[in-house]
């Protein structure tokens, strides 16, 4: 039942930060701070989704890392291929 009640939860802040999301795109703030809201509750998202759903918070800490490790050289890929393009 705690499990439930847990993921209940994580689905509720989840769906209010993806309506967040909608309405700060829909609010007609300047580019750059929509983005970065938009950016970071991404990131909130799928860390909750990470941690949750595919269950690495009960994972050893050194699978953790390597996801970690994952997700830097994804991030590092796409800014280095932002400067790229010409």
């Known amino acids: 039942m705690t499990r439930l009640k847990l993921y209940t939860a994580i689905y ?3 769906f209010v930060s993806a309506t967040v999301q909608v309405l700060v795109e829909q609010a007609g703030l300047e580019y750059t701070a ?7 509750l991404s990131f ?4 909750i989704v990470a941690g949750y759903y ?3 918070r009960w994972e050893p800490r050194s699978l953790t ?5 994952g997700l830097l050289a994804v991030v590092a890929l796409t800014v280095a291929s932002t400067y790229s393009i010409t």
């Open 54 to 56: 595919q269950h690495l």
């Open 44 to 47: 909130v998202k799928a860390a």
């Open 65 to 69: 890392y390597l996801m970690g490790i």
């Open 12 to 14: 509720v802040v989840l």
């Open 34 to 40: 929509a983005l970065a809201i938009i950016m970071v």
